[in-house]
């Protein structure tokens, strides 16, 4: 075994992973709230892999519930070391057609009211996130597409919204006006828990529809979303494998790894001891530093 244990978040279409070797379904408890499943614990090749299916399995849970933080704080017990997450995106981009991979670079997050953070009064803390994704990962999982003959655009940007309903023309236009490449309704604030729980994080992304801002096209709807990934969804699971079983067997250490150094603020006295024993594994590593 090597030193990596990847946890896989799946999105729409991607509700388990059959190449797991000694899979298991796993119920993991979180202080947080409910995880979307159990976590699908196995390995592929030399890496230890837990795959969360996102939505739950039969896709049971709406973007606006998914519990988030249970989600990263339930993949940070379960050993992670870092998150490869897969979505279903829409493109704002001429560029990026439908069957499409693209992996993320930036977000715009424009969901509302979702918990966001597991961080506050009694233990503020302000990760930076400048740069949300781990540019190892996310470049790992680009070359993993392209070894196993898809076609992988490096670095958009995710236009975070909060749905369940699809845009209307003109908020698709403005998102495009905005600088957003893709679109999707789970990207936020996934991302951001992750970096709170030092976890280095990936979207990969894959495009299934061009969104609503085509006068000449479709507007997007389930029916060609779930077609998109039906007829991607093989290259998607190769992908995964492809990620895994090309990682070295040593994993260096990331500067996320240490993100939450230097980012709480709240003298050490006035911290909060409730909130402190629900963050014993997200801020773990810093807790037992004392
Ligand atoms: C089924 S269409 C909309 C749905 O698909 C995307 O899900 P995921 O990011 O989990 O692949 C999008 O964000 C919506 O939740
Ligand atoms: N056009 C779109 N908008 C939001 N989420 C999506 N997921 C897939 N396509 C999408």
Partial sequence: MSDWTIGIIGGSGLYAIDALEDAQWIPVLSPWGEPSDEILCGKIDHVRVRFLPRHGRGHRIAPSNIDARA????????????????SAVGSLSEELA???FVTVDQFIDNTRGRRS???GDGFVAHVSMADPVCPRLSKHAARSVTKIGGECTEGATYLAMEG????SRAES???RHWGA??????????????????LPYALLAMVTDYDSWRDDA???????VVEQMQRNSKLARKAVEAFCMGLPKKRNPSPIDHALTDAVITAPDKHD???LAKLDAVAGRLLRQG
Avoid: H, W
């Fill in 71 to 86: 989600n990263i704080d339930a993949l940070k017990r379960a050993g992670c070391t870092d998150i490869l997450a897969i």
């Fill in 98 to 100: 439908p069957g499409r």
């Fill in 117 to 119: 953070s597991f961080f």
């Fill in 164 to 167: 369940p309903q699809f845009s």
């Fill in 173 to 175: 236009r403005l998102y």
């Fill in 181 to 198: 490449e893709v679109i999707g309704m789970t990207g936020m604030p996934e991302a951001k828990l992750a970096r709170e729980a030092e």
């Fill in 218 to 224: 479709e507007t997007v709807d389930v029916a060609q």
């Fill in 273 to 275: 001891k409730a909130l």
